[in-house]
């Protein structure tokens, strides 16, 4: 019996140890890039909880030529009964919360597959004003937020 405390024990210990490290690695309760928050609580390259999460390995920088059209793929792991929505920096507007869009612009539209953790903003017919930061939000508290920069070139 005294065995199997003192093994309970040195695990909690190893657990608190690795804990610290996290912490002072910042790698525990966000994960960082860039200093912005874009996930959940993560250890290295693994999820530890229910979380949502940014998939990372998606272009943020898209260059594109006027008229042709624009993708901005944001994908989020483990979303659960959280939403995305897409908002426009520069004026602070709303475009879109899940696939409902909230502009009056219809070159703008929300991609989502059914049962995906792809979330695509696509812009038709991209004009230079377009262009700028556009931030892929997730509703968790505090709010998730990844940024995208779009630069639209004139012909």
Known sequence: ??????AVLILAAFLLVIEGIAVTQGITGTFV?????????VFGNHNITN???????VPRNVTTAVGQTAFLHC?????GDKEVSWMR???MHILSAGILMYTSDL????????????????IKSP??????????QVSTEPKMSLNYSLNVVGE
């Not at 890039?33 to 609580?41: I, P």
């Open 1 to 6: 019996m005294l065995c199997r405390w003192l």
């Open 51 to 57: 979380a949502p999460t940014f998939e990372m390995n």
């Open 33 to 41: 890039r860039d200093q912005k928050l874009v996930g959940g609580n």
């Open 75 to 79: 994908r989020v792991h483990q979303l």
């Open 107 to 122: 070159r703008f539209q929300v991609i989502h597959p059914e049962k995906s953790e792809n979330w695509t903003l696509q």
């Open 127 to 136: 004009q230079e004003r377009d262009s700028g930061v556009y931030e892929c």
């Open 89 to 91: 920096k520069r004026d």
